[in-house]
Nanobody, 123 residues
Framework: VQLQASGGGAVRPGGSLRLSCAAS????????VGWFRQVPGKEREFVAGIIRFREGAYYEDSVKGRFTISGDTVKNTVYLQMTNLKPEDAAVYYC?????????????????WGQGTQVTVSS
């Protein structure tokens, strides 16, 4: 399984971006998909997660109400719609997938990772 993350860019505070995570195959290995972000010198941080064919999504507290994760099973793609972006949201964003994820925040629970896409938020 290969994950391709895209959609990053540079925006001003208050702006929006939509990230995409496309999986190379449709399989149970991508049942759980999470988005993480990382800034230099810090650990990778969980942002949002979704389970294929199930209702509901999971978010880190600081992005609740601003970010929305969704999936398109036909396109085998998971999106992260980010609105009202803040400077502290700037990071490299990674998508990750696994067949079972016990703890959304634990990076070792994921089997596959995308290459990362840069998000810059500044005025």
């Amino acid at each position: 399984v290969q994950l391709q993350a895209s959609g990053g860019g540079a925006v001003r505070p208050g702006g929006s971006l939509r990230l995409s995570c496309a999986a190379s195959v449709r399989s149970s290995s991508t049942n759980y998909v999470g988005w993480f972000r990382q800034v230099p010198g810090k650990e990778r941080e969980f942002v949002a997660g979704i389970i294929r064919f199930r209702e509901g999504a999971y978010y880190e507290d600081s992005v609740k109400g601003r970010f929305t994760i969704s999936g398109d099973t036909v396109k085998n793609t998971v999106y992260l719609q980010m609105t009202n972006l803040k400077p502290e949201d700037a990071a490299v964003y990674y998508c990750a997938a696994g067949d079972v994820v016990g703890d959304w925040t634990r990076t070792t629970d994921y089997d596959y990772w995308g290459q990362g896409t840069q998000v810059t938020v500044s005025s």
